[in-house]
């Protein structure tokens, strides 16, 4: 068992002139409320925006110049809080506050499906990366629909709680669902087999793997941070977080053991992760303290270190190589609330509580962008 941190990292902004800064102001929308999530298709072509008035709007990169959107649904007074694409772009699908999924074709525009449960709030979705299977959360159940029949082919019961997260594993046919006393994996090669369970003694919010599909990491409520190696019974569970772990963030690069980065975020701050090579060590983590308000989102650019975060004190700020503040990005006076890099990592694109939608792209000035480790 490991404290949070071993060490907290200077915040001093880098020596670079105004004219090298490494992200720019691309385009600003507004829309009516509270940006809820950001999302890029796999393709690199496409990305869509949700707002808590109910909009859906979907964006084309080849128009990013005008950064012209096309509602896919107008506000209607209910919150979309989750928005996805399908692993093959062709699809896009919001749920929120009416207890509704919606399916969209990305190329048409066209609302193919509707999903509708009136009882739950569904506010976790998310596609599978090998098919077109869309999971999402119905209170207490987790249903999984495919595209290709359009049917929701099974109901998995977490029975302790309500669902808090989801993540499909990248590479195996694995759904895994949180919520209270841990995590359960369920195998989609055949959903009546009983899950696999990591048992935590408190309640487990964030979960995410890793790119590879080796470890799973639980953010939880008990200030504890639990990462999972597949197959090890013996998780590495960091503790003494300021309060519960509510968001997670793996790089895509790996170090020199070959072992991604883990970022998490609890309250105002962010701490790091790396595997190091002393087995009795474990992951050496290290602390970001800059924002004066809670962390609502944190993702590693494509291909680099490169960090991102994002806080309710209105910055996104860069951090080089996930440790030295690079750039600190502003456009939203009440709070971001959401990000997402372009899987190419050329746009950052941010939303704010007060329904801005920001996007930034790289300045042909820049030097350095997004090294790798």
């Known amino acids: 068992m490991f404290s949070a941190v071993s060490a907290v990292k200077s915040f001093q902004i880098h020596d670079k002139s105004k004219n090298e800064l490494m992200l720019e102001l691309h385009g600003k929308k507004i829309l009516s409320d509270y940006i809820t999530a950001?999302?890029?298709?796999?393709?690199r072509k496409n990305f869509a925006a949700c707002s808590a008035a109910g909009e859906v709007m979907l964006g084309n990169?080849?128009?990013?110049?005008k950064l012209s959107l096309q509602p896919l649904q107008i506000e209607t007074g209910h919150s979309i809080n989750c928005l996805a694409f399908s692993s093959d772009s062709q699809f896009v699908a919001a749920g929120g506050q009416e207890g509704k999924v919606q399916i969209w074709r990305v190329d048409s525009g066209k609302l193919i499906a509707n999903l509708d449960n009136q009882r739950v709030w569904v506010d976790k979705l998310a596609w599978s990366p090998n098919c077109n299977q869309l999971a999402f959360s119905m209170g207490r159940c987790v249903q999984v629909w495919n595209a290709n029949d359009n049917v929701v082919e099974v109901t998995l019961n977490f029975d302790s709680s309500s669902i808090l997260d989801l993540a499909w594993h990248p590479i195996v046919q694995y759904l895994a669902v949180s919520g209270n006393k841990g995590v359960k994996v369920w195998s989609g090669e055949d959903w009546d087999e009983d899950p696999e369970i990591l048992s935590v003694p408190s309640v487990t919010g964030a979960i995410a793997w890793s790119p590879s599909g080796e470890y799973l990491a639980c953010g939880n409520m008990d200030n504890t941070l639990i990462v999972s190696e597949w197959g090890n019974l013996?998780?590495?569970?960091?503790?003494?977080?300021?309060?519960?772990?509510?968001?997670?963030?793996?790089?895509?690069?790996?170090?020199?053991?070959?072992?991604?980065?883990?970022?998490?975020?609890?309250?105002?701050?962010?701490?790091?992760w790396e595997r190091d090579a002393d087995e009795s060590v474990g992951w050496e983590g290290w602390a970001l303290e800059v924002h004066e308000n809670v962390v609502s989102a944190i993702a590693?650019?494509?291909?680099?270190?490169?960090l991102a975060s994002a806080a309710a004190d209105g910055q996104i700020c860069l951090w080089d190589e996930a440790e030295q503040l690079l750039q600190i990005l502003e456009g939203a006076e009440g709070g971001f609330s959401c990000l997402a890099w372009h899987p190419d990592?050329?746009?950052?694109?941010?939303?704010?509580c007060g329904g801005e939608l920001l996007v930034w792209s790289k300045s042909m000035r820049g030097k350095g962008f997004g090294r790798s480790r």
């Not at 990169?61 to 110049?65: D, L, Q, T």
């Open 38 to 43: 950001i999302t890029w298709s796999p393709d």
């Open 61 to 65: 990169v080849a128009a990013m110049n």
């Open 234 to 272: 013996e998780p590495w569970v960091m503790q003494g977080f300021p309060g519960k772990v509510r968001e997670l963030a793996w790089s895509d690069q790996t170090n020199s053991l070959g072992a991604p980065l883990l970022a998490a975020a609890s309250s105002r701050g962010i701490s790091v």
């Open 300 to 306: 590693f650019q494509p291909t680099t270190f490169l």
């Open 345 to 352: 990592g050329q746009f950052l694109a941010g939303g704010g």
